[in-house]
């Protein structure tokens, strides 16, 4: 039994396939922000536990071997959001979760943590050089602070029994059962289908490393069953290549044109805190024999025929975007702390009779 801490999210949903494609039995928990869509598929084939991974009984434990997590919050827009919650989930709770799996005897874990860790930005040019995992790394954004808190204190738990693996993603590109439109490739490709052009922001001259989404999973799943002398206590990026972003707007026009999709690209030189950073995967390759291989024009293609045929077209729905949908669902939250259930009724507050003083009245008053 395998699982999978938040697989019931963007990557998590085609990681529980492919799992399950190679016939292995899949436990899943997950706090189900966005609902059941990403497992619809496979809900009859896979265990699903409901909970919250910062107060996980140690119950969802019994019976499992291994144990991916890519739960937290999973990007810089919901983790400047709410920096409390961002480093309980992604960083304290992650620590909780591994050591109950070393009390319980689970050797392998299987952490998803970030290549943002890198994030050198674009005011030194100096530090424009492609890093790997020996690199030094001082993230300063409070997601990528939290991931690698996260591998720091995951690491030194690391022993003869005790095996964690880190895999450190490039951006993601691809479609998803619980698709999101908030990632660079996958926004390039909405605003293409909904506006007919894609922009640049600061004329995307930033780098970025990137990977296709059943790439990143095929690699989780290599690290759950690679030898453990490869693959205990160690780092590994997950990068199909790195790309200025100006070259994959042109990747995706050129894609979207062979599907007869015209597009044009709108450059846009404002700064707005852009990101920047290029990222060695060979390690991955040398050690383990893998490469991602699915290209930026591939996945496209793919995105184009699937967001169709699943319906997911409505491009301003906010289920797509992960901080839209957790500002809305807070805001749910308060409104139906003081409402109640939205269609069952509410409970009759309990009557209270007012209390009428019974003064003497004052000579002359009526």
């Not at 997950?30 to 084939?45: I, W």
């Not at 004329?203 to 989780?220: N, T």
């Not at 999709?261 to 060979?282: F, I, N």
Request: glycine share 8%; proline share 4%; charged share 25%.
């Amino acid at each position: 039994m395998i699982l999978v801490v938040g697989g019931a999210g963007y990557i998590g949903s085609v990681l529980v396939r492919e799992l399950l494609a190679r016939g292995y039995a899949v436990r899943v928990f997950d706090r189900m922000y966005y609902g059941n869509a990403g497992l619809r598929e496979d809900r009859e084939r896979i265990e699903l536990k409901t909970g919250d991974v910062r107060t996980m009984d140690p119950s969802v434990l019994d019976g499992v071997e291994a144990v991916i997590n890519l739960s937290g919050l999973s990007n810089d827009p919901t983790a400047e959001y709410n920096p409390q919650a961002n480093y309980e989930m992604n960083t304290r709770a992650n620590l909780s979760l591994a050591r109950l799996c070393k009390r319980k005897g689970i050797r392998r874990f299987v952490f998803a943590s970030s290549c943002s860790i890198y994030d050198v930005g674009i005011a030194e040019e100096e530090k424009d050089v492609v890093l790997d995992e020996t690199s030094p790394v001082h993230p300063k954004a409070a997601y990528a602070s939290s991931k690698h808190q996260a591998e720091t204190a995951l690491l030194e738990l690391a022993d003869e029994k005790f095996c964690p693996v880190i895999l450190r993603k490039g951006t993601v590109y691809g479609f998803s059962p619980r698709m999101r439109f908030d990632l660079v490739v996958n926004t390039f490709l909405r605003d293409a289908l909904s506006k007919g052009h894609v922009t640049t922001h600061y004329g995307g001259e930033m780098w970025r490393p990137m990977v296709d989404i059943r790439d990143a999973a095929r690699a989780y799943i290599l690290c759950l069953e690679a030898e453990e002398p490869k693959v205990a206590g160690e780092i590994f990026n997950v990068v199909y290549r790195n790309f200025r972003i100006s070259e994959l707007a042109l990747r995706v026009v050129g894609a979207l044109k062979e599907v007869g999709v015209k597009v044009e690209v709108t450059p846009e030189y404002r700064y707005q805190g852009v990101r920047s950073y290029r990222v060695s995967g060979k390690k991955l390759e040398r050690v383990l024999g893998f490469a991602p291989a699915v290209t930026v024009e591939e996945a496209v293609k793919d995105m184009v025929e699937s967001v169709s045929r699943y319906g997911y077209t409505d491009f301003d729905n906010p289920r797509y975007y992960n901080i839209a949908w957790m500002k809305l669902l807070e805001e749910a939250d308060k409104i139906i702390g003081i409402t109640g259930s939205v269609f069952d009724a509410a409970p009759a507050a309990p009557f209270k009779p007012a209390v009428v003083g019974m003064g003497v009245r004052e000579p002359g008053s009526r």
